[in-house]
């Protein structure tokens, strides 16, 4: 009950017809109600998930092409520079980090990448050999989410792949 400045009799105050001191109803929601919801976020996921993992899956390959297009027009801006590719055991740092060697060096205008040397978008070092024949005359490519060769030969990768 509230009191008003002299009300000492401890009346309850009323505001219009409502009584302050009168029990108030709780507001929310039955477990019931909770669960009916819940089993329809249930399956709407069930619904839409593998349908968003699938389209993950596919947009991870997308990215992939994406920068393998990047890293090639990279190396060929080196080229152009230098006069020849990276050899393997250079390998694509030498986008970002002048070579060794002075006379390499002196054309070297690089770095030829804006940022770090990127990782394929599940997380490994893009794989770069090169054979100096063929056009282009290097492979850069990915094994996508195993970052190997799978044993059946399945996996050839995504990218400029190796010519056999």
Known sequence: MLQTPGNDRGMAL???NWRTDAPRAEAGFT???????????????????PRLLERLDTSRVT??????????????TFRLDVGRYPTTD???DLLLNPPSDPELRARWKGPYLEDALPKDPWGHPYNYIYS???????????????GKPSADGSNKGIGILPQS
């Open 14 to 16: 009323t505001l219009g």
């Open 31 to 49: 477990l019931l109600e909770m669960l009916i919801v819940l089993v329809i976020i249930g399956l709407l996921a069930g619904l839409v998930g």
């Open 63 to 76: 990215t992939a092409e994406v920068q393998v297009r990047n890293l090639r027009t990279a190396l060929d």
């Open 90 to 92: 250079e390998g694509l």
């Open 132 to 146: 100096g024949s063929g056009n282009p005359p290097f492979a850069l490519y990915s094994y996508g989410a195993e």
